[in-house]
T-cell receptor
C-alpha cells in the first residue's frame, strides 16, 4: 500500500461548482498536511497548510483533516477557470533533521467557463 | 514568491555527460530539497539538506549527488546522465521542521 493515495482524475467541472479533492494515507505518524496547486510548467505553490486534525478555511478554499480515517480533503467553492490546475496533497511526520514531505500524485482539475 | 532561483531552467545534454543543477535561495532557510517530477510518479525526493554540509538521501537518489557548501546554495549533480534522468527537477526550501515547504520554478532536463 502506498503511503499516500490520490485519485489522478482528470476532474472536469462547470464554473461555479463545488470541487472536492481527496487523499488517503496509511502512516498514522503524519501530522502536517498540505495542499499545493501546480499550473502547467510551473512549480507547486502552497495553497493550504494544516497541523493535525480539523478544518481550515481560506477564502473559497477549505481543507479538512480526519486523522482517525486517515483522510484529507480540499474543497473549492464557486470554482473558477483560473482554478484549473493539478492539485497535490502532501504530508509529513513531525519535525527534526529528517523533515520531508510525501506527496500524492496529484489530481488534474479543469473548470470550464 | 519565495526567493528560490534554479539554473539552468532548461538543458539538453548527451548520455554519459555530467550535469549540475543549481538552487539558490535568499530566505536563509535551513532545509533544502531536490525533487524530480515524472508522469505517473508524481514528485519524488532525490536528496535533501538540513544544514551546510549536512545532506541525506531521498527515495530516488541513485545516480545523483548533492553538495551544500553555503546556506544559500544546493547543487544537484548527475555524474553520468542517462535517459531515465530526463525529467523536471524542483528545488524546495523550508525553515523550521514542520514549516511549509516552498518550491522553485523547475529545471527541465532532457538527456538524449
Amino acid at each position: 500500500q502506498k503511503e499516500v493515495e490520490q485519485d489522478p482524475g482528470p476532474l472536469s467541472v462547470p464554473e461555479g461548482a463545488i470541487v472536492s479533492l481527496n487523499c488517503t494515507y496509511s502512516n498514522s505518524a503524519f501530522q502536517y498536511f498540505m495542499w499545493y496547486r501546480q499550473y502547467s510548467r510551473k512549480g507547486p505553490e502552497l495553497l493550504m497548510y494544516t497541523y493535525s486534525s480539523g478544518n481550515k478555511e481560506d477564502g473559497r478554499f477549505t481543507a479538512q483533516v480526519d486523522k482517525s480515517s486517515k483522510y484529507i480533503s480540499l474543497f473549492i467553492r464557486d470554482s473558477q477557470p483560473s482554478d484549473s490546475a493539478t492539485y497535490l496533497c502532501a504530508m509529513s511526520r513531525s519535525g527534526g533533521s529528517n523533515y520531508k514531505l510525501t506527496f500524492g500524485k496529484g489530481t488534474l482539475l479543469t473548470v470550464n467557463p | 514568491d519565495a526567493g528560490i532561483t534554479q539554473s539552468p531552467r532548461h538543458k539538453v545534454t548527451e548520455t554519459g555527460t555530467p550535469v549540475t543543477l543549481r538552487c539558490h535561495q535568499t530566505e536563509n532557510h535551513r532545509y533544502m530539497y531536490w525533487y524530480r517530477q515524472d508522469p505517473g510518479h508524481g514528485l519524488r525526493l532525490i536528496h535533501y539538506s538540513y544544514g551546510v554540509k549536512d545532506t541525506d538521501k531521498g527515495e530516488v537518489s541513485d545516480g545523483y549527488s548533492v553538495s551544500r557548501s553555503k546556506t544559500e546554495d544546493f547543487l544537484l549533480t548527475l555524474e553520468s546522465a542517462t535517459s531515465s534522468q530526463t525529467s523536471v527537477y524542483f528545488c524546495a526550501i523550508s525553515g523550521l521542521p514542520g514549516n511549509t515547504i516552498y518550491f522553485g520554478e523547475g529545471s527541465w532536463l532532457t538527456v538524449v
